[in-house]
Every structure is written in structure tokens, then in C-alpha cells.
């Protein structure tokens, strides 16, 4: 069965510093990866999407994430973080399942920057 | 243009209520349409998904239901609700193999 960990269920930081979260799937078959975020009590936000072609991407907000096949990892990068990323960040992987679209998610990181 | 709409936005309810939850999408016809309930610690968890009016498919047993009754309306149900019941639930809405849209959520108490 597809699945997708991350392993930090929070990550602290300072204001300007890099922030990694990290995002590891498993598949037996081709995936689309997404990064998502989550501010309180709101829905999803789309950040980032690999679809194909270049394995890094870059979205909004100034994060990025960089595919690697050969690790099945997807994890997302920001140079300097401001204090208004403070948030949950979900990592997915889109399947076709009998006809239909299916996104599986992550447990989630929760973000906190602090000045 | 595309819009998904969910609500009420926080419900409190007591143990043994039922429960109704609606999401409507705007701009598009025959969406696939997703119930997500997210737990503390746990995630998002796909409950139902529906791909057209009456059809619905459940991904892990529990205690709520759901219904299709109209192309661009998806409700979540519930006769009694339990204490795990409580959690943030949303409406997605896929589109194609990598569009998704989501409703602003529900957060649900029951006490």
C-alpha cells in the first residue's frame, strides 16, 4: 500500500533561518507529490506539485522541494523563514485508484518560527 | 471559476447527536468529491469519496455516513455522534490527476 511519512511532527526555528521539512513515500507505481500547508482552522493550500520533468520545484511563498526517485523523497526547503510560516505543512502522493484521483497524506509537520 | 464551499466552520455537539455537514462546489459538473477528517496526530484521514450523484465509497469503517443527492452537493453524516468523532473535517474537491481544492473545514467538538 502507498504511504507517506514525516518523520518531524515539529520542527522549531529561528526567523531568517533555512527550514528542511522532510517527506518520504513508498509506491509500487508512479506517483505525483504535493506540499501543502495549513494555517489554523482553515483549509489546504496548495505550495508545491511534481508532476514530471525537473526534480526541483519551486512554489510559492519561496519554499522549493527537490524529487529523488532513488530515496522516494520529496522534502520541502525554504531559505529564510519569516514568522508568518508558522503552520502545518502536509506532504501527499496522488494515486489513480480504479478510475478515480486519491490523495493519500502525510501526519503532517507543525512549523514555528519564532522572532 | 472553481469554489468549494463547507460549512457550518465549528460545530460543539453532545455525545448521542446527530450530525449533517455539507460541502457544495461551484464552476465545474460531476466532480469527484472527498470527505477528510483530520485527528490530532493523525493526519488527513480519507473517509468517503463520491464520483457522481448516489455513489459512494467508504475508505475506513467508523461511525459516519454519507450521500451524494445532488451532482455538486456532498454531506456528512452522522445518527449518533461518539467522543472520536471530534476532529477537523474537509471537503475536497480533485480535479483531473492534480488539481485539488478544499473547503475552508469544520471544526467539530463533541462533548
Known amino acids: 500500500a502507498q504511504s507517506v511519512t514525516q518523520l518531524d511532527s515539529q520542527v522549531p526555528v529561528f526567523e531568517e533561518a533555512p527550514v528542511e521539512l522532510r517527506c518520504n513515500y513508498s509506491?509500487?507505481?508512479?506517483?505525483?507529490l504535493f506540499w501543502y500547508v495549513q494555517y489554523p482552522n482553515q483549509g489546504l493550500q496548495l505550495l508545491l506539485k511534481?508532476?514530471?520533468?525537473?526534480?526541483l520545484v519551486k512554489g510559492i511563498n519561496g519554499f522549493e522541494a527537490e524529487f529523488n526517485k532513488s530515496q522516494t523523497s520529496f522534502h520541502l526547503r525554504k531559505p529564510s523563514v519569516h514568522i508568518s510560516d508558522t503552520a502545518e505543512y502536509f506532504c501527499?502522493?496522488?494515486?489513480?485508484?480504479?478510475?478515480?484521483?486519491?490523495?493519500?497524506f502525510g501526519t503532517g509537520t507543525r512549523l514555528l518560527v519564532s522572532p | 471559476s472553481q469554489t468549494i464551499h463547507q460549512w457550518p466552520a465549528t460545530l460543539v455537539q453532545p455525545v448521542g447527536s446527530p450530525l449533517s455537514l455539507e460541502c457544495t462546489v461551484e464552476?465545474?459538473?460531476?466532480?469527484?468529491l472527498y470527505w477528510y477528517r483530520q485527528a490530532a496526530g493523525r493526519g488527513l484521514q480519507l473517509l468517503f469519496y463520491?464520483?457522481?450523484?448516489?455513489?459512494i465509497s467508504s475508505e475506513v469503517p467508523q461511525n459516519l455516513s454519507a450521500s451524494r443527492p445532488q451532482d455538486r452537493q456532498f454531506i456528512l453524516s452522522s445518527k449518533k455522534l461518539l467522543l472520536s468523532d471530534s476532529g477537523f473535517y474537509l471537503c475536497?474537491?480533485?480535479?483531473?490527476?492534480?488539481?485539488?481544492?478544499f473547503g475552508q473545514g469544520t471544526r467539530l467538538t463533541v462533548v
Open positions: 511534481y508532476l514530471s520533468g525537473s526534480t
Open positions: 464552476g465545474t459538473s460531476n466532480p469527484n
Open positions: 509506491s509500487s507505481v508512479s506517483v505525483y
Open positions: 463520491s464520483v457522481g450523484i448516489g455513489q
Open positions: 475536497a474537491w480533485i480535479q483531473g490527476v492534480t488539481e485539488a481544492f
Open positions: 501527499a502522493v496522488s494515486l489513480r485508484n480504479t478510475g478515480f484521483q486519491k490523495l493519500v
